[in-house]
């Protein structure tokens, strides 16, 4: 704990330190699957008991790194489409995609409560390009800050599951039909996960997960449509990993009845309507 910042959240968001963790945890792995020298630079000036926190399995971080490259596969396509497009990222909190992915042209937004995002402007001061807003996700005002004159990806990393299944379903819906030709990209914990977490079972010696009211098995995927008649497609966005044991792993679990229904999810969500941006 050498840094300086001394920082104290909820539960929730607290859930940014442990997602920063088992970043930093990852990329400091000689065969690491997820390059991040900035969550390894957050760690390094972070007074907080990380390793005693939330502990160091080598498992957890390749996981999270493979749910990590799921979003920025999907938002590095998006700016390779839309060099000038606007990021929106719901719940970020210390998320460092923008150091990982961007393209020196594109505007992002992070939208956070309060707590969260004065830490983040604290740790990581926005640059030119990078705006935070305070702000409830499920409060739609925050769609009012988004610049209609530009392609739009909104992504959900770590959120949604924190939130009741009719704000879900409401998000979702008010961001189809907020942003014709948009697309949003989220998570999910299967079922079994979440009750594990409701129950106070998803635990570790310094851990206690918070309790996921929303979850949604790999098999329902598709009722996300049901949101809103604005969703045009619904789409699996599939981990890979080129070396190790999980690179073995990953076919069966993606594949096999018995697990690839009940496995942690990322999808995207294609939006109908004209674009409000200029052709």
Known sequence: MSGAERPELA???????????????????????????KAVELVDRIDFPFAERFGTSGLQSRLQALRVGCF??????????????????????LETQYWRVDNGRAQWLSVDLPEAVELRERLLPPGPRQRCLAADATDLGWAEAVERDRAVLITAQGLLMYLSPPDVRDLVAACAERFPGGSLVLDAVPRWFARLTRSGRMRTPGYQAPPMPWAMDARERDKLRTASPRITAVRDVRPTADRGPLAALLPLTLTAPVLSGHRPTVTVLDFAGRPQWPA
Do not use: I, K, N, S
């Not at 963790?21 to 065969?31: L, T």
């Not at 920025?72 to 909190?93: I, K, M, S, Y």
């Open 11 to 37: 539960a929730v968001p607290e859930t940014a330190l442990w997602t920063l963790w088992q970043r930093a945890v990852e990329a400091r792995r000689p065969d690491a699957l997820l390059h991040d020298p």
């Open 72 to 93: 920025d596969r999907e938002v590095a396509d998006f700016l390779a489409r839309e060099p000038r497009g606007t990021v929106v990222c719901l719940g970020e909190g």
